[in-house]
């Protein structure tokens, strides 16, 4: 079983739309949590980290559920520059990130 | 503020010829460090990370390797290229345990020809 497990998509939505996507781990231990965003031919950029109680960054949103082991990710009024590959990392063990291998997510004008 | 250097952005390299990658960070110390690998299409595959000079771990048997020479030094390297070798190289650096989160260069583009 992998480590983290990301629906692939694509989401194609239209501008101004909510979309919404989770990703499962399988490390219970796990403590730390992110979600990261990569543009096409780019470097991965921290989006947002996950705390245990939910957070919002203006229009996303991000969630952690412990019991079920899955972290998800909501954008509000998306944007054309939304488009993008959206990585799931979680906190494997001995200083080690595990990375998703991306959901992509397609606004449309 | 902390900055990490990665270099060169592109590279075509003929199959058999040696790799030198280097990355540098700026604005902090013993940081851990690490490299990746992204095939085309693909989800990111950790090559090797580093705790502190000299201390490396390889993750993924093959043939490349890395060595940390100096604190915010990283450099990854081969001696023979394979056309397999090909992909994205992405050098990154995060503060012990990896609390924060990886920061991540801008990336090497590597073709072998």
């Known amino acids: 079983r992998k480590e983290v497990e990301q629906d692939p998509g694509p989401f194609n939505v239209p501008e101004g739309a909510t979309v919404a996507f989770n990703c499962t781990y399988s490390?219970?231990?796990?403590?730390?949590f992110f979600w990261y965003r990569q543009d096409c031919r780019k470097e991965p950029k921290l989006l947002m980290s996950?705390?245990?109680s939910g957070n919002e960054d203006g229009r996303f949103t991000a969630q952690l559920n412990r019991a079920s082991q899955y972290i998800s990710l909501l954008i509000r009024d998306s944007k054309l520059s939304d488009s993008a590959t959206y990585l799931c990392v979680v906190d494997s063990n001995d200083y080690k990130l595990s990375f998703g291998a991306g959901t992509t997510v397609t606004v449309r004008a | 503020s902390q900055t990490i250097h990665q270099w060169p952005a592109t590279l075509v390299q003929p199959v058999g010829s040696p790799l030198s990658l280097e990355c540098t960070v700026e604005g902090t110390s013993n940081p851990n460090l690490y490299w990746y690998r992204q095939a085309a299409g693909r989800g990111l595959q950790l090559l090797f990370y580093?705790?502190?000079?000299?201390?490396i771990s390889s993750e993924v048997p093959q043939n490349l390797s890395a060595s940390r020479p100096q604190d915010r030094q990283f450099i990854l390297s081969s001696k023979k290229l394979l056309l397999s070798d090909s992909g994205f190289y992405l050098c990154?650096?995060?503060?012990?345990?990896?609390?924060?989160?990886?920061?991540f260069g801008s990336g090497t583009r590597l073709t072998v020809v």
């Open positions: 490390n219970s231990a796990s403590q730390s």
């Open positions: 996950v705390y245990s």
């Open positions: 580093s705790v502190g000079i000299g201390q």
């Open positions: 990154a650096w995060s503060v012990p345990g990896g609390i924060y989160g990886y920061t």
